[in-house]
């Protein structure tokens, strides 16, 4: 369920260890389907178990979303994660990683590798059910 408070999140999450892009994708579901972008985080336990769902930390516009680290890290840190898996979408349907989501992502494992939380992955997913994995990719 999508909650409409400041702190929005799509229930239910896994208990189960994330091994990967696949896996990982089930917890960002949701946001495939909005019709603006929307950039999500998944904090990890040491094992890669989620810590609770995946919570939007931005609402962007139909092609591009604003997202600082900030952001990204504040509930991770709150919650002690180890580390982070984080996700946004293509309303366009495209799901190739533009030169401005590989420039986030590697300021958001910078600023990990200072804080002492991994970035995983960075997934962008499209409505028609499609998936990049930057990490896969090469990008990270």
């Known amino acids: 369920m999508w909650e409409t408070s400041s702190n929005q999140v799509y229930e239910p999450h896994s208990q189960e260890a994330i091994t990967d892009a696949r896996l990982a994708a089930h917890s ?14 998944l904090a990890l336990d040491a094992g890669n178990k989620p810590m609770g769902p995946a919570k ?4 962007g516009l139909l092609d591009r979303n604003q997202v ?34 590989m420039a986030l992502t590697k300021r958001l ?4 590798e200072l804080l002492g939380i991994k970035v995983l992955d960075h997934l ?4 028609a059910g499609k998936l990049t994995s930057l990490r896969a990719k090469g990008h990270m």
């Not at 509930?75 to 533009?98: F, M, Q, T, Y």
């Open 68 to 101: 600082h680290p900030r952001e990204v890290f504040s509930d991770a840190l709150k919650d002690r994660a180890a580390s982070i898996i984080v996700a946004h979408n293509h309303p366009s349907g495209n799901p190739n990683p533009s030169s401005e989501d």
């Open 124 to 127: 962008i997913l499209s409505p």
């Open 28 to 41: 960002f579901s949701a946001i495939a389907e909005l019709p603006q972008e929307a950039f999500a985080v």
């Open 56 to 59: 939007i930390v931005t609402l």
């Open 109 to 112: 494992v910078r600023a990990g």
